[in-house]
């Protein structure tokens, strides 16, 4: 459904409080996000055991456990994990991981917080942070396709 099938469907005037068409396709539910993609990279000397989820509106796509090489500095990707290519849309993305010192960490993409639909690449960093040394960034796909 379009836009202007949902207008006339709906009738303009049972969306006073909707302005332009990123907030009438969130309330709709018609907006979605691609995640194309979750990477693990380590960037600490030592090898690390990441717990990996990926969960697409609330149902578990993907659960492994990975042994991270020890890394550089630098960080080099050691897994890309994508799955669900054949169906990267979802109105709500979440990815969790952890490693055994910590406890969950969890980043969200949630298509009604956005103001278009986007493309997201996941990277979940060990690193020597004060904070943790685990962190879940995310990244666009333009960014990423410009650098291949």
Same mark, same amino acid.
């Given at each position: 459904m379009n836009r202007r099938q949902a207008l006339a469907a709906l009738?303009?005037?049972? *969306?006073?409080?909707?302005?332009?068409c990123a907030n009438l396709e969130a309330e709709l539910g018609m907006r979605?996000? &691609? /995640?194309?993609?979750?990477? *693990?990279?380590?960037?600490?000397?030592d090898p690390f055991k990441v717990s990996l989820e990926v969960?697409?509106?609330? &149902? /578990?796509v993907h659960q492994e456990?990975?042994?991270?090489?020890?890394g550089s500095g630098r960080g080099q990707a050691q897994y890309t994990i994508n799955e669900w290519k054949e169906n990267p849309n979802a109105r709500r993305w979440t990815v969790r991981a952890k490693i055994p010192e910590i406890e969950w960490r969890e980043a969200t993409i949630d298509a009604d917080r956005g103001s278009k639909t986007d493309c997201y690449t996941?990277?979940?960093?060990?690193?020597?942070w004060t904070e943790t040394?685990?962190?879940?960034?995310?990244?666009?796909?333009?960014?990423?396709?410009?650098?291949?």
């Open positions: 009738g303009t005037s049972a *969306l006073p409080s909707v302005t332009g979605s996000n &691609t /995640l194309a993609a979750v990477t *693990l990279v380590n960037r600490i000397a969960l697409r509106d609330g &149902t /578990l456990s990975y042994q991270l090489d020890p996941v990277y979940v960093v060990t690193a020597e040394p685990l962190q879940i960034l995310l990244g666009d796909c333009e960014s990423d396709n410009r650098k291949q």
